[in-house]
Each structure stands twice: as structure tokens, then as C-alpha cells.
């Protein structure tokens, strides 16, 4: 987008100066075809828009799928991880402590723990119901926010990106549209005879250098009369001020 954005700020600086071109040229044929193409640069600038603000809703929706919904269900599941964790470990504990009676008994020897009242077994049997309650808990909730986000990807994805190849394919063809009206090229310019004959100028300058050196120069006035130097009629100063 940002490359998008950088590439059409280009288009309006196309369009002035050709725009520019068209207004200075002589011939009425070529300052139209200028001025023509100049105007394609502009709503080339103008579609690009539209296209970023087709896309700007798209990225906003992607971000908040990539920077809000995956890092919520990604801690979702770390957290009914440790909770499976801990219920699983207080399955293996009961399951020792199990073990450790049907020993016991096999032996025909009293268990401490279970003359005592087995006080630490119910204890951790009672642990376990808890955790087993909340691992439950939390095991919905991952399914639930799996299959949400799975839906969204399938759906929302899908949407995102035929909404991005519609928008992208409608610029390139209005693009495509506004270059072919103003298909203008070649452009035949009449180009000044005393732009090309450098050889004439060359007189000219000589011309003018040996007129200056005739002229005495008045008082009060430095040598080139009014203090400013002598210009060809285009405006390009033949000699400096120096």
C-alpha cells in the first residue's frame, strides 16, 4: 500500500509538467496532446485514491485478524495447556497413590497415610475434580474460539482478498482505459530554427560583441550603457554583469 501510495504521488508531477509543456507549446495540436496525456496522470492520481481507500478497511480487518484475534486464541490455549497440565499431573499423582494401596494390600502390610484416615488422597482426589472442572472449561472455550477463528479465515480471508482483486483489477482497467483515450503519441512539435542553427548564434554573439565594443559607454553609466548586460531576445544573457 505504502509502495502504491509513494508510485501515485509520481502521477501529478507527470501531469504538471507535460501540463506545462502542453501550455508553452506553439502548436495547437501538440499543446492538446500534451494536455491530454497530462489530464490521464491526473485521474491516474485520482483512481490510486480510490483504490487506497478500497484497500485501507481490508488491512484494518487483516491487521485486527493477525494482531488480535490469533495472539487471543494463541493465549488461550497456552493457558488450557497449564491447566491440562496440572489436571494430568494430579491424575498421575492419584494414580501412584492408587498403586502404592493395591501394593499395600497385595503385601498384607497397613498403609500409613490410609490408618490415618487418608486425609492426603481425598485431599488431592479433591484437587483433581476441581482442575478436571476447569480444564473441561477451558477445553470448550479453545474448540469455540478454534472454530471461530477457523470460520473467519475461510470466510473473511476469502472476502478480503476477492474485495482486494476486484479493487486492484477496476484501477488497472481505468487506468488502462484513460492511457488508450489518450493514446496522443507521436507528437509532431515545431521545433525554432535558432534552437537548432548553433552556427547562427555564434554570428549573432560576434555581432553584438563587436556593436558593444563601438560604444563608448556615457558618464556616470558603467560600460554596457544601463549597468545590465545584453540579452538575445529569448532572454539568455550574452554577457555577464561581471
Do not use: W
Not at 478454534?146 to 474485495?163: A, P, T
Request: charged letters at 35%.
Amino acid at each position: 500500500m505504502r509502495c502504491t501510495a509513494d508510485l501515485l504521488s509520481r502521477s501529478p508531477a507527470f501531469g504538471d509538467v507535460f501540463s506545462v509543456i502542453g501550455v508553452r507549446e506553439p502548436q495547437a495540436a501538440a499543446s492538446e496532446a500534451f494536455v491530454k496525456f497530462a489530464e490521464a496522470h491526473r485521474n491516474i492520481e485520482k483512481f490510486g485514491i480510490r483504490l487506497l481507500k478500497t484497500l485501507k478497511p481490508m488491512l484494518h480487518d487483516l491487521n485486527t485478524y493477525l494482531n488480535k484475534a490469533i495472539p487471543d486464541n494463541k493465549l488461550t490455549i497456552r493457558k488450557y495447556l497449564d491447566v491440562k497440565f496440572e489436571y494430568l499431573s494430579y491424575c498421575l499423582k492419584v494414580k501412584e497413590m492408587d498403586n502404592e494401596e493395591y501394593s499395600c494390600i497385595a503385601l498384607g502390610e497397613l498403609l500409613y497415610r490410609v490408618a490415618t484416615g487418608n486425609y492426603e488422597y481425598r485431599l488431592v482426589l479433591r484437587c483433581q475434580q476441581e482442575v478436571r472442572a476447569r480444564f473441561a472449561k477451558m477445553r470448550k472455550d479453545v474448540l469455540e474460539k478454534i472454530e471461530l477463528l477457523d470460520q473467519k479465515h475461510v470466510q473473511d480471508i476469502v472476502f478480503q482478498l476477492q474485495r482486494f482483486v476486484s479493487g486492484m483489477s477496476r484501477y488497472y482497467d481505468e487506468c488502462y482505459a484513460v492511457l488508450k483515450d489518450a493514446d496522443v503519441f507521436p507528437i509532431e512539435v515545431d521545433l525554432s530554427r535558432t534552437m537548432l542553427n548553433y552556427g547562427g548564434q555564434r554570428e549573432l554573439y560576434a555581432e553584438d560583441e563587436d556593436e558593444g565594443d563601438e560604444e563608448q559607454p556615457e558618464e556616470g553609466q558603467g560600460e554596457l550603457g544601463d549597468g545590465d548586460a545584453r540579452q538575445e531576445e529569448n532572454g539568455e544573457k550574452l554577457i555577464d554583469d561581471d
